[in-house]
């Protein structure tokens, strides 16, 4: 009887074991967002670890912007200390558009390099336009901004992505402006690969020296508005984005350890969704 209840025993810890062991590498239970649309990736595989609509297309807002400093960046002999003297147009448009600005000041000489900062931290649509002023081609200010806007549709088309296509260098859209979180996320994570993009979306708050009208200096201050930044551990970037039809938006992306994790929501119904919609998603994808 001894060696019975020994045996029995036995197996019950064997099988108990086995059972503990089986539930501590159970898959993660896919999270539930409510962003209208997700997608996630491994960034160093391309892997997906989670999609919700990741094919749908929908406005994108302000991570239309990722594409303008992907497109800038690839400009062949890119000077990033080059200066870009500030022009009327820009501030005029802000107004306009009642549009989010990087308080650029007219006269002021600002380098392409601080205008990709201006860009992507306080999402100045100023600084969009310089640059796609700067870096399109044509003998009039609007030539050049539909030639810059026609090299962002190239590259998405280089890119394959048959769900993505814009009107504008902002996001600031006629109706014509929109991709897909698998989209976006593919642009962001080519993006990620230069490592002036990288160094520039991970920064949480920059003070730049510029150049004035007259020859001084001031500095000009931005801070990111991506707070991902400041609330999830090891997060790296990299664009917000919001408006009355693309809602709350982010393309985010996170290292722990040699994983990066990289995705866009789109479409979350307030700030405080599209952070906890982004934390979920973050949390899922490292533990997958």
């Known amino acids: 009887m001894r060696s019975a209840v020994t045996v029995s025993l036995t197996a019950s810890a064997v099988l108990a074991g086995g059972l503990f062991a089986g539930q501590a590498h159970a898959a993660p239970p896919i999270p539930s967002i409510t962003a209208a649309g997700g997608f996630v990736m491994n960034n160093a595989t ?15 807002g302000s991570t239309t912007k990722i594409m303008t400093a992907k497109v800038v960046l690839a400009q062949p002999n890119l000077n990033l200390d080059a200066k870009v003297t500030v022009q009327k147009a820009y501030s ?28 992507m931290l ?7 336009y310089a640059l796609a002023d700067k870096f399109g081609t044509g003998s009039t200010r609007a030539a050049r901004i539909k030639s810059f806007i026609g090299k962002m549709n190239d590259e998405a088309r280089k890119l394959g992505l048959r769900n993505t296509h814009f009107d504008s260098f902002d996001g600031i859209s006629s109706g014509q402006n929109y991709s897909t979180p698998r989209d976006l996320t593919k642009i962001a994570s080519g993006a990620m690969k230069n490592s002036t993009f990288r160094a520039i979306v991970k920064t949480k708050s920059t003070t730049q020296k510029v150049t004035t009208k007259t020859g001084g200096y001031r500095y000009m201050s931005w801070t990111n508005t991506n707070k991902l930044l ?10 917000t984005g919001s408006g009355p039809q693309a809602k709350y938006c982010l393309v985010f992306a996170a290292t722990r350890g040699t994983k990066t994790v990289i995705g866009t929501v789109l479409a979350s119904p307030s700030e405080t969704n599209r952070a906890a919609d982004v934390k979920k998603l973050l949390d899922y994808g490292f533990a997958k």
């Open 122 to 128: 306080p999402s100045g649509c100023d600084a969009a």
């Open 230 to 239: 400041s609330t999830y551990s090891g997060a790296i970037g990299v664009k």
């Open 46 to 60: 391309g892997t997906t670890l989670y999609g919700k609509a990741g094919d749908t297309r929908r406005s994108t």
């Open 92 to 119: 005029d448009y802000i107004v306009a558009k009642n549009a989010s600005s990087a308080r650029l000041i007219v006269g002021d000489k600002v380098t392409v390099r601080q205008l990709l900062y201006g860009l």
